[in-house]
């Protein structure tokens, strides 16, 4: 599938079947969210599987939005160890979980593993109730798994504002 295509037909899954990703699949997962570019190389990411029953239980504590995945990606970051844009307004951190984060849900769908990007809880709860390291921070979860029968894209994925809406040549 070229990427064209694969971002054409990429959506959120919001009903999986329960099936457990093929561990084979779900390294080659990991492994485009390790090779992901982020600020000075710091690669201040953290990516926590959870799949044990009791991880999947905290999470859905958490969240209503696991719909049936078997497995959800943590992907935080080390507050600690980010870099600090000029001017002190930002730091990396964000933004470099977020291509990490982008770069696995993209992996998944190129090897036919569904995922939903899941914001809908509160990052301080959970990581207390995972017991996460001091410093990390949760930007999102990543559902991964096949979807349902009859599952398919929301009514309105299909609808993008035109390029002259969101473009600005300057």
């Not at 295509?5 to 919001?14: F, I, N, P, T």
């Amino acid at each position: 599938m070229d990427f064209m295509q694969l971002a054409r037909e990429r959506y959120s899954c919001k009903k999986f079947d329960g099936r457990k990703v093929d561990e084979s699949l779900l390294q080659q997962i990991l492994e485009a969210g390790r090779l992901a570019p982020t600020a000075k190389n710091l690669q201040e990411q953290h990516v926590y599987i959870l799949e044990s029953a009791d991880a999947l239980a905290k999470f859905d504590g958490a969240s209503p939005c696991r719909y049936g995945a078997s497995t959800v990606l943590l992907v935080a970051f080390d507050s600690e160890n980010v870099f600090t844009y000029p001017g002190n307004a930002h730091d990396s951190g964000v933004e470099d979980a977020a291509i990490v984060a982008t770069h696995m849900m993209l992996a998944a769908k190129s090897l036919g593993v569904d995922s939903c990007w899941v914001n809908f809880f509160d990052p301080d709860a959970l990581a207390a109730t995972l017991a996460l390291p001091k410093g990390e921070i949760i930007l999102m979860a990543l559902d991964l798994g096949y979807p349902a029968e009859g599952t398919k894209p929301l009514a309105n994925h299909g609808n993008r504002k035109a390029l002259e809406e969101t473009v600005t040549r300057l």
